[in-house]
């Protein structure tokens, strides 16, 4: 066991390509690795959820076998109505209790850390970070991941408290909450990473059809436009704390999947991928986490 009480761990969203970094999750877990608080955003906010209920399991069925499911979207779901990735059913469905993959609140709620989960309001661009105090039931949980999660234009947008939220990776970090963790007073970090070292943003190459597609939320097209800006801004920033030192960084090396795949084959053999390369990574990491 190993308790890293001053260390932040983060974990960067990418839709499927978590489930490179699903295998993270199962090692942390396995080896009984904890933190002085967790944090993450779209994807990764699933990490932090299934991270903190101590579930190996569901940590890997979230991003291979239920990535690959029919039922969690795809085409089909797009056109219905439901999304491209039905969130409802992913996030506020399948963990309740009897359902096709519960989530062991129990064991999340006994979990003492301190967590944020991002997300961004979709009225007035506002960053907001959930915690513990947020949410008091698995249901109130599950909202906030989705909210979290939630990709504008290919997902339907859902509320809390009477405001609408999409996906944090919009927010003033880009997807990478180090300034969360810098707030909550964190000095060093484990930045799980589901690009490769090096990478940067570009500006996106259809902006009117930006425009087009949100014309009803002008606030997230804004954002949208603008992501690569702040995205870039905390990749400089995380390079900058891991050349002093203070932050330990996972970038994927064999990243062969896109953020909306979801052939079963593929995912499993990002997981694969991500299980070597944590293995390889580890003795690095531990001596990192204990100094």
Known sequence: MVHAEKVALIYEGGGMRNAYTAAVVDRLIYNS????????ISAG??????????DRVRARKCFVEFGAD????????????TGYFNAE?????????????????????????????????????????????DAPTVQDLMRRVRCSSTLPGLMPVPEVGGVEYVDGALGK???????AAIDDGFEKFLIIRTRPRGFRRTPP????????????????????????????????LIEDLEQSGQAKVFYPENMKIANIERNFPKLQQAFNYGLEQTQREWDEWIQFLGN
């Open 70 to 81: 029919p039922r969690t979207g795809g085409v089909r779901s797009f056109l219905r109505g």
């Open 205 to 236: 190459r259809s902006p009117q059809l930006i425009r087009r597609m949100l014309r009803k939320r002008p606030v997230v097209a804004d954002l949208m436009l603008t992501r690569h800006e702040r995205y870039n801004k905390a990749c400089e």
């Open 33 to 40: 690795v904890t933190f002085g608080w967790v944090g993450g």
């Open 173 to 179: 970090s880009g997807g990478l909450p180090v300034d």
């Open 89 to 133: 059913y992913i996030y506020e469905a399948v963990g309740l209790p009897d359902a096709d993959l519960p989530f062991d609140w129990e064991a999340f709620h006994a979990n003492p850390t301190p967590f944020r989960i991002g997300a961004t309001r979709a009225d007035t661009g506002e960053t907001v970070y959930f915690g513990r105090e």
């Open 45 to 54: 906010a699933t990490h932090t959820a299934n991270y903190l209920s101590g």
